[in-house]
């Protein structure tokens, strides 16, 4: 039994902002944005605009690309790190806006890698046979807890969302492995000082930016050539990396200490900045979209963030 992807759908706020924007608000440049990050806009919700709804959004358009009806779905899994409220789950909140009588729901926590982590946790109910179609869906509205004052943070997260819908067959394709990690002891490198238990407030992101850089590079080095391990394959059977999208740099690196051409590497971040565990399945589903992703190529997902949390997954498409 595998898991398949039987389509994809993304879904991005209405309002652009541009670096130029942002440069009337805080102390930063367009240059200084570019050069050390890549980024040259981000998508900001409005007030009408949620992370349920922009993930609402964007499993639609996978439904209807996989061309299922929302009935049809067994189990929604949701990664954020900005649901819309503690609780309920936003996956509950989305399987209501499907119109979704009754199936399994519930959202993931790990961040940036959520969305590796939920692709995990679905393939694995999948396989076991807890349900056969789900929604995987990343969203975020990390707009909502950065702390617009600090030029170190705002400038780097945008708002987004992605969703894929995965359908257990007998078949060859689909997912290959899912690789997850975490190590606590490096909570205090990226993390929100708020929250329910502690200040009562939502909070604010906090992020300690070079040290994140440094175990970025090491941990998605690391963890992708423990993925291809897994598989019995190497960097040369791979059509397209779709990373996480924090930085130019670390795409770059990354790429480089695996001697993989940068043309096989997916790239959002100049458009949608980092969009946390939203930023690989819209970045799939644009490369899939524009045609250069196509079935049977084989996919490698990665991503790394705060918890410290780092994964990724090998896919036949
Ligand atoms: O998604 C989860 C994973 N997250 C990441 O992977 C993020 C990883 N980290 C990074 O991408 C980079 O570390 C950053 C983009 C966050 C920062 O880039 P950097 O090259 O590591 O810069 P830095 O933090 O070392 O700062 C260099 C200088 C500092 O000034 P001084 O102390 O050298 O005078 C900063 O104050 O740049 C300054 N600076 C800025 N200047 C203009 C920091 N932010 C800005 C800004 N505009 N927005």
């Given amino acids: 039994m595998r898991s398949v992807i039987l389509g994809s759908g993304?879904?991005?706020?209405?309002?652009?902002?541009?670096?130029?924007?942002l440069a009337e608000k805080v102390d930063t440049s367009d240059e200084w944005i570019v050069e050390r990050t890549g980024i040259r806009q981000r998508?900001?919700?409005d007030e009408t605009e949620t992370t349920a709804t922009l993930g609402t959004d964007a499993a639609k358009k996978a439904l209807e690309a996989a061309g299922m009806a929302a009935e049809q779905i067994d189990l929604i899994v949701v990664a954020t790190a900005t649901p819309d409220n503690t609780f309920p789950a936003t996956a509950t909140k989305i399987q209501?806006?499907?119109g979704i009588d009754d199936c399994i729901a519930f959202d993931v926590a790990a961040v940036c890698t959520g969305f590796l982590y939920a692709l995990s946790v679905a393939d694995s109910m999948l396989r076991g046979g807890n349900a056969k179609r789900a929604l995987v869906i990343g969203a975020e509205t990390f707009s909502r807890i950065l702390d617009w004052e600090d030029r170190t943070t705002c400038v780097l997260f945008g708002d987004g969302a992605g969703a894929i819908v995965l359908e257990?067959?007998?078949?060859?394709a689909g997912i290959l492995t899912t690789k997850l990690h975490a190590q606590g002891k490096h909570n205090n490198l990226l993390y929100v000082d708020g929250g329910p238990s502690t200040t009562q407030t939502v909070g604010h992101l906090r992020m300690k930016g070079r040290e994140v850089f440094r175990h970025a590079v090491v941990n998605l080095a690391e963890v992708l050539e423990e993925t291809l391990a897994e598989v019995g394959l190497s960097n040369s059977d791979i059509d397209w990396v779709v990373?996480?999208?924090a930085n130019q740099r670390i795409l770059d690196a990354t790429a480089k200490k695996l001697g993989l051409p940068p043309e096989k590497v997916i790239i959002t971040v100049d458009q949608h900045a980092n969009t946390s565990a939203a930023s690989v399945p819209l970045a799939f589903d644009l490369a899939v979209r524009d045609g250069r992703i196509k079935r049977g190529d084989l996919v490698i997902m990665e991503a790394m963030g705060g918890g410290l949390t780092w994964g990724a997954a090998a896919l036949r498409y």
Avoid: F, G, K, T
């Fill in 243 to 245: 990373p996480h999208q």
């Fill in 10 to 21: 993304s879904a991005l706020p209405r309002r652009v902002v541009s670096n130029a924007e």
């Fill in 96 to 98: 209501a806006l499907l």
């Fill in 43 to 45: 998508y900001i919700a």
């Fill in 168 to 172: 257990a067959q007998d078949n060859d």
